[in-house]
């Protein structure tokens, strides 16, 4: 629900806030009071009438234009709220805001609603009224008083008197509701409240005395007395009436010990008969601790104080701990419910009679007479404030027993039912709670450079609920077990079994025998791993393949078979997908959700937990024939799911390709590889440059050389045939791209000449022109110029020849780089100008913002910071409009050389630091290497010589180590530079002579060393 702009508060004295912001500097008190009677009477006034009641020692005239005055002050700040004709004035309730005094209003008005409707006050209705009490903080316009008003004054007044008035009555309510239930903390805090608002009230000094009783408090019942004494004398002269002494009498005479005088034998006025002092219910004692869990546990018991709420289905697959949280969520409500809590398991029930009999004998009711005994349970339940936990119902959803439940929520007000099952019980009356999983982390193995776990957030292992609970458990077998040294396997644990409850308990008794890692392994080769002796749980819970396979016998044929071929998807799956591979029809679907196979999640895609899929599986391997169709289908609509999208990649469309990839990258991994073994020629050329492109545009750069180095080792295991070779080059040529970007220089040259040869011998002119540009954009890295022009050039003439606008946008965008590095400004702005015409003209976002960060560059060696930084920020745009990590890098890197040039050293410093980080996290090494290097020179123009030399060290560190000659030769012309400053001339020397003479100088950097 949007949060209201303004909010009046007069309750306690006058605050008004707009968006969170106090609203002040009115002309005068009178403004404010003009404000808060229009809030409070919003039908239009006569300006006559406001300027009387305002200002009645005036004459009309001068009383409407102090009218005007205030009025001017009060539209100066908050005019949309305020509607002003030419004899009227009120105020526009059509727009947002927020009167305290409003909601405590209407907040007692629904309680009282619901109180005449049920004929008594319920817990709904005392919710209801708690919630109105909260927001009285002090009286109507408490301390807020304006002088020669008399008329205003009296409107409070009476306002005042009648929201006291309101909150007396609902306090003494709450007082009478929570005593009779023995909620005595509560009911003492509601009589101090009232007492506090108008202490003359003897009746609540009574009931506050019986209260302070009942809770053990005899010497504060024996001093609630004195004071009820003292303040009646005081205020009105009299003594206590005669109950209030016969009271204070029997305390007296209970506390010397007289018989019959026992503190709950006394009387509470205008009150049901109070709940015993041990409230009725039946739940299981825990014998483990209760872990996880708090966002569910808080939507029960927000359902529960709901008026409508009647019926809670806690659905979820065997295992996730249904029965637990219902207990404990009912465990919490212990003394709330005036008939008691009362928990009933359906597990060895078979028919409605058997249930009946169930609840019957929970709730200790007794049947009698010839009348149908769910007949007469149901009339005794109709009057019951009660709680009624149903466990276990999945195999009970049966037309009479449904009937009954149905009939329950309609007949039975003061009755709250929850149900835990499989499959939800599709009744009007029916919340759902959808149970998952325990939260557990997610693991991310192929961007471990390091060993180190890699999880999904910032959040510390054991901040995971599912890795508390396992943790937990295996310290019941392993007293002395200890996280620290098993981080990875209790991860992958976690995530195997998918925060299952169950099934972690079950692993955690093998730890007596098995280390994690072993637990692991053996879940991975099967289910049968996840059971245990335990006698003290159900038969049913002892072993997770017979959880799921008591479902799986529910399921109908044809569900059986659509849940088994939906195995063939990984990572989840849309609803077309499963359409077009399983031949899926949408009841089906839902109907697989309803009974807890499937989840659909707020993405719209359709997941299974992972042990249920690790069933599926397996049932599928038991259907060869199935399985090798059902692959086949698969392979073949992510193949064309990937290549339709290839062309969105290149234009403005890429957020939602790119979007659309990532979250089906797990299946097109997979189609992937069914089509690797045996070599599929067609399916594979519909992914290669897709998923390529995919992995460039997200920066994901090692995870693109690990995929299609892969894929080129199982290519090349397989017997040699052009098909083969073809495939062979166009994986090669994507996999020298990443490479590349991972400062694997050398290798990727390498990769891409074959893949150069390859692609010339079987004529794939496409795959050529991508081989080529990025050879040029290799050996323009490597300081090989000449080389790189020649593969550009060659690049240049193919696109003239194909007619491929978009690889002719790339090859004249490298060409650009390439002349910039050769200080050919003039030429590369050609290049660059033509790439941009292109770029515009295919609408590709992020070619626009590529070809602005070249042209920046230009922009800045040729000293125009100001257009070198527009240029960026341009690019920037685009850059985070893709949320393409290297660009974002790249970006800030440039802008804080720009900043640098204008002496502007902290925003560089800035910059550079955001930059070098962002290369950090995509492992771009040759990112890292360049922004150590411009932390470097900054700090040599800022005179901090010592972290100037180390960052340069660093930089060439990193420089050589992945290949980048020409930024090597750089960043020794600036350690030249330093060495000239410290005074170490021939050190300088030495190092400008091999910098100038190296091959690999572009001319920006040579034009610095002769500087020199």
């Known amino acids: 629900m949007d949060q209201p702009e303004l909010r009046l508060s007069l309750l306690g004295g006058l605050t008004i806030t707009r968006n969170g912001r106090a609203v002040s500097n009115f ?20 300006r006559e009438s406001l300027a009387a009641l305002l200002w009645p020692n005036n004459d009309q005239t001068r009383a409407l234009a102090n009218l005007s005055v205030a009025l001017s002050s009060l539209r100066k700040q908050l005019e949309p709220y305020i509607l002003t004709e030419r004899h009227t004035i009120g105020f526009n309730t059509e727009t947002a805001f927020e009167l305290d005094t409003a909601v405590f209003l ?43 008003a008399p008329d205003f004054e009296a409107w409070a007044l009476l306002e005042q008197e009648r929201l006291r008035l309101r909150l007396l009555t609902a306090l003494a309510d709450l007082i009478t509701f929570h005593q009779a239930r023995h909620q005595l903390d509560d009911g003492i805090r509601y009589a101090q409240q009232l007492l506090a608002v ?30 009820c004494v003292a303040i009646l004398a005081d205020e009105l002269g009299v003594e206590p009436d005669e109950e209030t002494r016969a009271l204070y009498e029997q305390i007296q005479a209970g506390g010397q010990g007289h018989k019959g005088a026992k503190e709950q034998s006394l009387p509470i006025p205008h009150s049901p008969a109070p709940l015993p002092s041990t409230p009725l219910h039946n739940l299981p004692t825990a014998v483990t601790s209760f872990i996880g869990r708090e966002d569910e546990l808080a939507q029960i018991e927000q359902w529960l104080g709901e008026p409508n709420g009647r019926l809670l289905t806690i659905v979820g697959q065997g295992g996730m701990g249904k029965t637990r949280l219902a207990q404990e969520a009912a465990r919490a409500m212990v003394g709330q419910f005036v008939d008691g809590i009362w928990y009933v398991s359906l597990v060895p029930h078979t028919d409605i009679s058997g249930v009946v009999t169930a609840v019957a004998e929970a709730i200790n009711f007794t049947f009698s007479g010839s009348v149908e005994p769910a007949t007469q349970l149901l009339n005794y339940l109709q009057s019951r404030e009660m709680l009624l936990i149903l466990d276990n119902m999945e195999h009970l959803l049966i037309s009479e027993l449904l009937a009954l439940i149905a009939q329950l929520t309609e007949q039975a007000p003061d009755l709250r039912l929850i149900a835990t099952s499989r499959e939800r019980l599709q009744l009007q009356a029916e919340t759902l709670l959808n149970l998952h999983g325990l939260p557990y982390p997610v693991t991310s193995y192929q961007y471990s450079v390091d060993s180190k776990l890699i999880t999904d957030n910032r959040l510390l292992l054991t901040d995971y609920p599912a890795v508390q609970l396992f943790v937990n458990r295996v310290q019941r077998v392993q007293k002395k077990f200890q996280v620290a040294g098993q981080e ?7 995530q195997l079994v998918g925060g299952l409850p169950l099934a972690l308990e079950l692993a955690a008794t093998w730890t007596r025998i098995l280390s994690i890692t072993e637990i692991v392994t053996e879940i991975q080769r099967g289910l049968d791993t996840l059971t245990t002796t335990l006698r003290d749980l159900p038969q049913r819970h002892r072993s997770i393949r017979t959880v799921i396979e008591s479902s799986w016998q529910m399921l109908a044929a044809d569900e059986q078979a659509l849940f088994r071929k939906l195995a063939v998807f990984r990572g989840g799956f849309t609803r077309e997908a499963a359409q077009e591979v399983a031949n899926a029809t949408l009841s089906q679907l839902i109907s697989l959700v309803d009974r807890s196979f499937l989840r659909r999640d707020a993405d719209q895609r359709f997941r299974r937990h992972p042990l249920l899929l690790q069933f599926a599986q397996e049932q599928l391997a038991a259907h060869p024939t199935e399985q090798k169709e059902i692959e086949a289908n698969h392979a073949h609509f992510f193949a064309d799911f990937v290549q339709a999208r290839e062309l969105m990649l290149q234009r403005a469309e890429a957020p939602d390709a790119l979007a659309a990839i990532g979250a089906d990258l797990e299946n097109i991994r997979a189609a992937w590889q069914w089509a690797l073994s045996p070599i599929n020629e067609t399916l594979l050329s519909k992914v290669v440059s897709g998923i390529g492109q995919f992995f460039g545009d997200r920066s994901r750069y090692l995870e693109g050389s690990e995929f299609f180095l892969g894929s080129l080792q199982m290519v090349q295991a397989q017997a040699e045939t052009a098909v083969h070779h073809q495939i062979g080059a166009k994986v090669q040529v994507e996999l020298g791209r990443f490479l590349y970007e991972n400062g694997r220089f050398a290798d990727a040259e390498a990769t891409l000449k074959e893949a150069n040869k390859l692609t010339l011998e079987h004529k794939l002119t496409n795959s050529r022109i991508d081989c080529l540009k990025n050879l040029g954009v290799v050996t323009t890295d490597q300081g090989e110029r000449e080389a790189s022009q020649h593969y550009l050039e060659e690049a240049l003439q193919l696109c003239h020849a194909s007619d491929n606008a978009y690889q002719k946008l790339l090859v004249l965008s490298s060409l650009g780089g390439l002349l910039m590095d050769s200080g050919d400004y003039d030429q590369a702005r050609a290049y660059l100008d033509e790439a941009m015409t292109l770029a515009k003209s295919l609408d590709s976002t992020l070619q626009i913002a590529k070809v602005h960060n070249r042209i920046a560059i230009i922009a800045n060696r040729q000293k125009d910071y100001h257009e070198a930084l527009q240029q960026w920020k341009l690019a920037r745009q685009g850059f985070k409009q893709l ?51 411009v932390m470097g020179s900054i700090y040599l123009k800022l005179g901090e010589w010592r972290k100037a ?37 021939q050190q300088a020397a030495l190092l400008l002579t091999f910098s100038v003479q190296h091959a690999a100088i572009g001319a920006f950097t040579l034009a610095n060393a002769q500087e020199l």
């Open 27 to 46: 002309a005068s008190r009178k403004v404010e009071a003009l404000l808060a009677y229009l809030a409070c009477d919003p039908r239009l006034h006569s």
């Open 949 to 985: 030399r180390r960052n340069y060290y660093d930089s060439l560190l990193i420089a050589q180590v992945v290949g980048v000659t020409w930024l090597s030769i750089g960043v020794l012309v600036d350690v030249a530079k330093l060495e000239m400053i410290s005074g170490n001339l």
């Open 106 to 148: 209407q907040t007692i008005a629904q309680a009282r609603k619901v109180q005449k409707q049920r004929g008594k006050l319920d817990r709904s209705g005392a919710a209801q009224l708690a919630t109105a009490v909260s927001l009285y903080k002090g009286d109507f316009l408490a301390g807020f008083n304006i002088r020669g």
């Open 488 to 494: 990875l396997p209790i991860a992958q644990l976690c």
């Open 883 to 933: 949320n393409h990590g290297w660009g974002l890098a790249a970006t800030s890197h440039n802008i804080a050389m720009a900043y640098a040039g204008l002496e502007q050293y902290d925003a560089a410093l800035e910059n550079i630091q955001e930059a070098y980080a962002a290369h950090e996290r995509i492992g771009h090494k040759r990112g890292m290497a360049g922004g150590l290097a």
């Open 198 to 227: 108008d202490s003359l009230q003897e009746e609540a000094h009574r009931q506050l005395m019986q209260l302070y009783v009942q809770n053990n408090q005899r010497t504060a019942a024996i001093a609630q007395y004195e004071q």
